[in-house]
């Protein structure tokens, strides 16, 4: 893993071999392709939502997945406070 330290240390001793734009051109690449999954499932969740409802399936798919996402909600809440959780206190 490249940390600060060797990013500094390569951009000073870059002796025009091109390590930081290879490592830069790495990034934006990157970052790139992550950008273009997030619009692609983007897409795809819009397009499964209109067939749901075009078939008028939206409210039963949307009773379905409720219970699932409010346990995502809930385990990313404890995720996000450190297991501090609200009541319920198991051992």
């Given at each position: 893993?490249?940390?600060?330290?060797?990013?500094?240390?390569?951009?000073?001793?870059?002796?025009?071999?091109?390590?930081?734009?290879?490592?830069?051109?790495?990034?934006?690449?990157?970052?790139?392709?992550?950008?273009?999954?997030?619009?692609?499932?983007?897409?795809?969740?819009?397009?499964?939502?209109?067939?749901?409802?075009?078939?008028?399936?939206?409210?039963?798919?949307?009773?379905?997945?409720?219970?699932?996402?409010?346990?995502?909600l809930r385990a990313a809440t404890?995720?996000?406070?450190?297991?501090?959780?609200?009541?319920?206190?198991?051992?």
């Open positions: 893993m490249i940390n600060s330290f060797s990013i500094t240390l390569a951009i000073k001793n870059d002796g025009g071999n091109g390590i930081v734009e290879t490592y830069l051109n790495f990034m934006l690449i990157r970052f790139g392709l992550i950008a273009a999954v997030l619009v692609v499932v983007a897409l795809l969740v819009i397009a499964v939502a209109l067939v749901l409802k075009r078939r008028g399936r939206l409210d039963q798919a949307r009773r379905y997945a409720d219970p699932a996402a409010r346990a995502a404890r995720r996000m406070t450190g297991g501090r959780g609200q009541g319920g206190g198991r051992g």
